[in-house]
T-cell receptor
């Protein structure tokens, strides 16, 4: 069965430092992949998505992610963290039509002043 | 601003009450979803409606009763809930008429069952 693993339930970075949130998926067929962000007391918002068009995907708020088939990874990065980036981040995989999206357990990003 | 609107934002109810959560979207999306999210956990799928018909029920207890009156509205009727049902209930929609990965979420309704 398809699964999504996010390494680290909590990640802390200093303001201005690189953000790296890790996500690995398990599948012999690369699924569609997504990163969602959830700010406190809000719903989830799509940050970016991979749908096989390009391996480097740019999203909102300066985030990007790179799909690496050989590593079955889809890590999320941002060159310079901002205090407003503090939130919960969910990696998700969508195997295909007539299936349902599978969320990772989430990573809480803390930004240190 | 989210284009999926959920009301109420907060709801407190007793175990014998009957209440409803409401969700509305005006993006012309064909599929609508209910998710349940407990603290520090990812969302868990409850129901999916496609073209106003229930297409997925993730073995949700009957004390939760979904309803899709039209393509823009989705309700979740609540009756005889348990304290463990306290959670954030998220509505979402997607453009495709089948379950999809790109979901548009509302801000959620935070439910507390006493």
């Amino acid at each position: 069965a398809q699964s999504v693993t996010q390494l680290g339930s909590h990640v802390s970075v200093s303001e201005g430092a690189l953000v790296l949130l890790r996500c690995n998926y398990s599948s012999s067929v690369p699924p569609y992949l997504f990163w969602y962000v959830q700010y406190p007391n809000q719903g989830l918002q799509l940050l970016l998505k991979y749908t096989s068009a390009a391996t480097l995907v740019k999203g909102i708020n300066g985030f990007e992610a790179e799909f690496k088939k050989s590593e079955t990874s889809f890590h999320l990065t941002k060159p310079s963290a901002h205090m407003s980036d503090a939130a919960e981040y969910f990696c998700a995989a969508f195997p295909g039509p007539d299936d349902k999206i599978i969320f990772g357990k989430g990573t809480r990003l803390h930004i240190l002043p | 601003d989210t284009e999926v609107t959920q009301t109420p934002k907060h709801l407190v109810m007793g175990m014998t009450n009957k209440k409803s959560l409401k969700c509305e979207q005006h993006m012309g999306h064909r599929a609508m979803y209910w998710y349940k999210q407990k603290a520090k956990k990812p969302p868990e799928l409850m129901f999916v409606y496609s073209y106003e018909k229930l297409s997925i029920n993730e073995s949700v207890p009957s004390r939760f009763s979904p309803e899709c009156p039209n393509s823009s509205l989705l309700n979740l009727h609540l009756h005889a809930l348990q304290p463990e049902d306290s959670a954030l209930y998220l509505c979402a929609s997607s453009q495709d008429d089948r379950p999809a990965g790109e979901l548009f979420f509302g801000e959620g309704s935070r439910l507390t069952v006493l």
